[in-house]
């Protein structure tokens, strides 16, 4: 098998069998930065011409593959699939994801396995929103099979390419398709729960931030996905918009913070300096969502309190020593005073 690194840190296991399935794979994934993009081309290029072990990076090793396999000895399509495999960065949630290709060079199906106990909750908690809205929205894995131990599931791989960073009528469109349950959720003890989930550092933060507003109201609950970002959708041949990695889901969100998400991970991981603000003022389609919520300025507000103050949860790695989420978090509730 191929071992593909970057920065010491291992990131892809491809079987040989299964080069062609790989380049299927990191077809549909679009880095974002120019560097990445310029090195994910030479690498797929590599693959292509079959030199890519030749490259900065990659290793032969020798790995028995017929393992991958017998999670899916059930599914007589996959008895003989060779895996290409993911290797998620460390974090509480890690894991593995195992693209399982046929002969054919097809990718009969998609293995997520649990690295760490976190996961593997996380793994489950996404069968199941798949079983809910599997005849919602449209596009979304199939279960194919999870009578496992807890943290491995089974799904269907789905077809499409990677998109752009920006947020598009599709994004909008996709969002009101989300479910909502006719249920409401209290401001007041969606924050007070979130508090007690807090650690006492942090804890201390969202007694700073929160002590300004008044949480009064209730809004009505939908469904959250929970990592609602560019990197975790696709678009399809015919051009439908479709939501992958629903391990954060929940039935019982609020509405906005998958929104706020998508704007918030990007101001982030790539300095978009102000994006959110703009976002919840200028954008006529952020605004259209709100007005479809009926939220406010100060709704918006406190929502945006919320969501920053609950990310704190999520244990985010830092950008470096000095670039720290909770820096990152603190800088950003300030705009909120």
Not at 248 to 257: R, T
Request: glycine share 6%; with cysteine; hydrophobic share 45%.
């Amino acid at each position: 098998m191929l071992l593909v690194g970057r920065r010491n840190e291992p990131r892809w296991l491809v079987d040989l069998r299964a080069t062609g399935a790989a380049d299927r794979i990191w077809a549909s994934w679009i880095p974002y930065s120019r560097k990445a993009r310029a090195l994910w081309f030479l690498l797929r290029w590599a693959l292509k011409l079959r030199v890519i072990r030749f490259m900065p990076g990659v290793t032969l090793i020798q790995i028995p593959a017929a393992g991958f396999g017998s999670w899916s000895a059930d599914i007589p399509e996959l008895a003989d699939a060779a895996p290409v495999v993911f290797i998620g960065k460390p974090s509480v949630t890690q894991k593995l994801t195992v693209f399982l290709a046929q002969k054919s060079g097809k990718i009969g199906a998609v293995a997520k396995l649990a690295l760490v106990p976190d996961a593997a909750e996380s793994i489950r908690n996404e069968e199941q929103a798949l079983r809910n809205l599997h005849s919602i929205i449209s596009g979304i894995p199939a279960v194919l099979r999870s009578s496992f131990p807890p943290g491995v599931c089974i799904e269907s791989w789905v077809e499409g390419r990677g998109i752009a960073r920006n947020f598009t009528r599709e994004h909008l469109f996709l969002l009101f398709q989300l479910p909502r349950t006719g249920r409401t959720i209290s401001m007041q003890r969606a924050l007070g729960a979130l508090k007690e989930s807090l650690i006492s550092e942090d804890r201390q933060i969202a007694d700073q931030f929160s002590a300004t507003e008044e949480w009064r109201g209730e809004l009505p609950s939908v469904w959250e996905h929970g990592d609602f970002a560019p990197w975790n959708l696709k678009l399809s041949a015919d051009k439908v918009l479709i939501p992958l990695d629903w391990e954060y889901s929940s039935p019982e969100g609020l509405p906005l913070l998958d929104l706020l998400h998508f704007f918030y991970r990007q101001e982030y991981l790539f300095r978009d300096i102000g994006s959110v603000r703009k976002a919840l003022d200028e954008n006529v389609l952020v605004q259209q969502y709100c007005r479809a919520f009926q939220l406010d300025c100060e709704m918006q507000r406190r929502l945006g309190i919320y969501y920053l103050l609950r990310s704190l949860r999520y244990k985010i790695p830092p950008l470096s020593p000095k670039d720290t989420y909770n820096a990152f978090v603190i800088d950003q509730l300030s705009h909120y005073l």
